[in-house]
């Protein structure tokens, strides 16, 4: 089957850095995506990697590593507002995308 | 980037009504569109695609008579939850793909359903 994995929930201070990590078994790889999604709104689109290597894009950095199944996005410089839950989401051989359960990043002052 | 829109963006119905949630893309047509359910605390789940001038497509285990949906035109997609129970309430989200070399998808602002 098709499986996506993500930690829960994660916790860290305002200016640090953190890592979300996401790992994945899917049937074919058209890339993989990451979402920040605040608490009762949509998703909006942070990132896509398709080829292995370190996207970076400011404060937001993501990983592919298509060997491993795993992706991480990276969040620089933390600040409140980056407190929301984070998707990794891969599209299969399909095209179609199949969605983690999302992680909830809590950032402390 | 790409907008799409989402109408109403809250919706309160009693149980056995039907409610209809309007997709649109607002500076780009989209063949296909993507409507996904989410419940508290949980993923995006896809419901169905629809694809404008032919049958939606819809995932295992979404009734097809109860989610009607009709992609009228190359901007326009309709979601209908027939008949609504209080179990219908969810986030409703549509998405279309705006093309290009990222395959990216562009999600509406969502319409919050409760039913009583």
């Known amino acids: 089957g098709q499986n996506i994995d993500q930690p829960t929930e994660m916790t860290a201070t305002e200016g640090a850095i953190v890592q979300i990590n996401c790992t994945y078994q899917?049937?074919?790889?058209?890339?993989l995506f990451w979402y920040q999604q605040h608490a009762g709104e949509a998703p909006t689109f942070l990132s896509y990697n398709v080829l292995d290597g370190l996207e970076e894009k400011g404060r937001f950095s993501s990983f592919l590593s298509r060997s491993k199944g795993y992706s991480y996005l990276l969040l620089k410089e933390l600040q409140m507002k980056d407190s929301a839950s984070y998707l990794c989401?891969?599209?299969?051989?399909?095209?179609?995308?199949?969605w983690g359960a999302g992680t909830k990043l809590i950032i402390k002052p | 980037g790409a907008v799409v829109s989402q109408h109403p963006s809250r919706v309160i119905c009693k149980s056995g009504t039907s409610v209809k949630i309007e997709c649109r893309s607002l500076?780009?047509?989209?063949?296909?569109m993507f409507w996904y359910r989410q419940f508290p605390k949980q993923s995006l789940m896809l419901m169905a695609t629809s694809n404008e001038g032919s049958k939606a497509t819809y995932e295992q285990g979404v009734e097809k008579d109860k989610f009607l949906i009709n992609h009228a035109s190359l901007t326009l997609s309709t979601l209908t939850v027939t008949s609504a129970h209080p179990e219908d309430s969810s986030f409703y989200i549509c998405s279309a793909p705006y093309g290009g070399d990222n395959n990216e998808q562009f999600f509406g602002p969502g319409t919050r359903l409760t039913v009583l």
């Open positions: 989401a891969v599209m299969d051989s399909n095209y179609q995308l199949i």
């Open positions: 899917t049937s074919g790889f058209n890339g």
């Open positions: 500076d780009f047509q989209a063949t296909t």
